[in-house]
């Protein structure tokens, strides 16, 4: 009898995130570049789907697979009791590219990421 042992990888990590629900949503998010010098240092796009493990970003500019980045997300928050409140929540994660193509790229998430309210002025 054959005994296999496996090693995990970057194909169990998009696996597993895979398993945690998405939402297609598109919400603005500013990303900088953390590990390479090359790279634009700050880039400006908007989620087409996301989850509590990463989200796909659609762009031509895309990073390189690995590249370590800091992120601040802006999702709406629907107050009820509040119409007119203007109120976001900002999502303040790190992560690091997991998946890149001439479509965009798909940036994990670390664990650790920090959620609060975020007040847009008033125009």
């Known amino acids: 009898m054959r005994k296999v042992t496996r090693i995990a990888d ?10 945690l629900e998405r939402f297609e949503l598109q919400v603005p998010a500013k990303i900088e570049v953390l590990s390479s010098p090359d790279a634009a240092s700050l880039l400006e796009l908007l989620t087409k ?4 493990g990463g989200a796909y970003f659609p762009t031509k500019t895309a990073l390189a697979a690995g590249t ?4 601040d997300i802006l999702l709406p928050v629907r107050n009820v009791s509040a119409p007119g409140d203007n109120t976001r929540g900002l999502i303040k994660v790190n992560g690091t590219v ?6 965009g790229m798909a940036i994990g998430f670390d664990t ?8 847009e002025a008033m125009n």
């Open 10 to 19: 970057s194909y169990d990590l998009v696996y597993e995130r895979r398993r």
């Open 112 to 119: 650790g990421y920090l959620i609060t309210p975020f007040r």
């Open 98 to 103: 997991i998946r890149s193509g001439p479509a």
């Open 49 to 52: 789907d996301i989850c509590a």
């Open 68 to 71: 370590k980045v800091k992120m």
